[in-house]
C-alpha cells in the first residue's frame, strides 16, 4: 500500500471504529466497545505508517 492508502484505510478505521465505540455504549456492549477502541487504533497505527511512508519518500526526493 502506498502512503495515501494507508492514511485513507486508517481514517476508515479510525471512524468505524469510533461508530462501534458509541454503538457499544449505547447498547451497554462492552465487547462491542472494546472491538471499536481496537480498531480505532489499528487506524492510528496505518496513518501513522503512511507518514513515515511519506516522510521517508520525501527523504529520498531530497537527495
Avoid at 30 to 51: D, M, S, V, W
Amino acid at each position: 500500500m502506498g502512503s495515501t492508502s494507508d492514511k485513507m484505510a486508517g481514517k476508515g478505521n479510525e471512524v468505524a471504529g469510533k461508530v462501534k465505540q458509541a454503538a457499544g455504549d449505547l447498547t451497554d456492549n462492552p465487547k462491542l466497545k472494546a472491538k471499536g477502541n481496537a480498531q480505532e487504533a489499528k487506524g492510528h497505527a496505518q496513518q501513522a505508517k503512511g507518514k513515515i511512508k511519506e516522510a521517508g519518500k520525501d527523504f529520498v526526493d531530497r537527495l
